[in-house]
Each structure stands twice: as C-alpha cells, then as structure tokens.
C-alpha cells in the first residue's frame, strides 16, 4: 500500500485550527471532526474510569462496514477517520517500533494531543527511551511511560528472580498486560501499529474490529503496509527511529528477550528467541469477526 505523500508535518500553532463540528453516533459518543479538534483541556485523564463501550450488535455491524470501506484508505485517512469517530476516547500504545514512530509523525499533524503511552516495563533498552525523547523534541508529543505497580527490582525479588527467563508468559502478562489494561480504562478505541505481513496470526487483523480481550474497538492504520512502506516514509520524512534497527536488531522489545537477527532470519526471529513465544500477547487476536 502506498503512504499518503500529503502527509505534512506542522506543529505550528496557527495552523491548528480550533474549530470544532460535533457528531453523536448511536452509541451515544460525541465525537471531533475537525483536524487537530483534541484539546488538551478536554483529554481525559489516563486513569479515566467512565464506562467503556459496549459490544451492541449495532457497533459491530458499524465497525464491519467501516472496516471494509477503509482497506483501501491511506493510513493517514485510517487515522482521521478514528480521530473523527472517537474524539478523546482514542489512544494509541507504542514499544517505539519504526511503524510507531510513523504513527506518531502523522499524529503529529492530524491530532496530536491524542493520548500515547507506553507499556515501560523496566526491561526496556535505554535507546528505546531516549527514543521516546527524541520523538517528543520533534512533534510534541510526550508519549506517556506507564508503569506496573512492582519495580523491576520488587518484582524480581517477589519471585526469586526474573521470571523472563522462567516464565515469560507470566512476566509479559504481569508487566505489559495488566498495565495495558488500567492505560485503557475509559477508553473507546485504541489504535495499534501492527502490520499484516509481521506474522500469520496478524495477518487475520482487520482496519478496524472489536477487541474482545480489551473490550474496546482496535484500529490498526497500518494493516496493509509493508515493511519497506514504513521505511520509506521514515527517509522521506527524516522521522526519528531506534538507532539498534541499524544493527540488526529488526524489531525491538525488552532488551533481556530481545536479540540482533542474522540475514535472511524473520524479521521478529529476535524475540523470545529460542523459545517458542512469538507474542507479549498485547495484539494476540481476540477480534470479533461479525
Ligand atoms: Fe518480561 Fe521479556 Fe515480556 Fe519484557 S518481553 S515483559 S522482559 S518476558
């Protein structure tokens, strides 16, 4: 699929314009329609608990069509329309991967004040973080780091050790799952930065779905890119990456389960490698196909 080449970075404050054209949908959801229309006033907290949405026959079939109709939209339109749909109910995780921070530069332009955050386990690789500040010098965006309750050193010595070596289920569950869940409290949607071709089990994601682990609806803007997609818009637009993808590490998660890969290996051959793990179970497809 070809990026949108309209895309523009600004952040210049006069070009954002605070008009604001306000829609209900049958759920009851007011949504912004205009570009830029999230004001930091009106985001909700991350910690919002107000009642999710909920999975009426009504929502699915909206979501079916909707995903439908966008598979042949740019990943840029795919994020207008959920800014569009969703207002501040949307949010966006990110581990910093390239298909992240391509994300992020759109956001930048479309409605940058959408709530990012980050699942920080405490294993993360240092140029992960600094990443996450390099990214915030560049757009402004000030992707959120959320924590689980045990530091790294409590948890470790909870449990005799760290478990990412023992049980890496249990160590993904306990310091990305339950955290990921408390980020998206509130929430009505969230958007993803996987791709279609990173696995056969992400090969089945839809544009849009409702995410029955997460009870709440999944928008994934950049299903159908490859990987050279992503590349090319990070060179075209000079967008900040990690700088361990330029040795070898092809994709890039917490540093204990994470290594370089050799040529011609899958390009996440570097996680969990040696073991039969090949998700943190974050995008482990719960959709409901309607
Ligand atoms: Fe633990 Fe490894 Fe999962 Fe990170 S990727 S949460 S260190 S098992």
């Keep these: 699929m070809a990026i949108n080449p309209e895309i523009r970075l600004s952040n210049d404050p006069r070009e954002k314009s605070a008009d604001l054209r306000v829609a209900s949908h049958p759920d009851g959801l007011t949504t912004a329609t205009r570009r830029d229309a999230v004001q930091p006033d009106a985001l909700d907290s991350p910690r919002n608990t107000s009642p999710g949405l909920r999975a009426t026959p009504e929502l699915l079939d909206e979501l079916r069509a909707q995903s439908d109709s966008l598979e042949a939209a740019t990943p840029a339109e795919i994020i207008n329309w959920a800014v569009e749909r969703f207002g501040t109910k949307l949010t966006m995780a990110t581990a910093f991967g390239p298909e992240g921070c391509a994300i992020l530069h759109m956001l930048a332009d479309i409605a940058p004040h959408t709530y990012v955050f980050n699942l920080d386990t405490g294993y993360q690789f240092p140029e992960t973080i600094e990443l996450r500040n390099r990214l915030a010098h560049r757009y402004g965006i000030e992707v959120d780091l959320i924590r689980p309750e045990m530091t790294v050193q409590q948890y470790e010595a909870e449990n005799g050790g760290p478990l990412y070596t023992t049980d890496p289920d249990r160590c993904c569950f306990d310091r990305k799952i339950v955290v990921l869940r408390k980020a998206l409290l509130g929430k009505h949607a969230w958007m993803s930065a996987i ?96």
């Design 195 to 290: 791709r279609r071709d990173q696995s056969p089990d992400r090969a089945r994601a839809s544009i849009v779905a409702w995410d029955a682990r997460f009870e709440l609806v999944k928008i994934s803007p950049l299903a159908n890119c490859t990987k050279q997609d992503i590349w090319k818009m990070i060179t075209d637009h000079d967008i900040p990456y990690n700088p361990l993808h330029d040795q070898g590490y092809t994709s890039i998660g917490c540093l204990p389960c994470t290594r370089a890969v050799m040529f011609g290996e899958d390009e996440r051959a570097g996680r969990w490698s040696g073991t039969a793990k090949t998700e943190c179970g974050l995008h482990s497809l719960g959709e409901v196909k309607t």
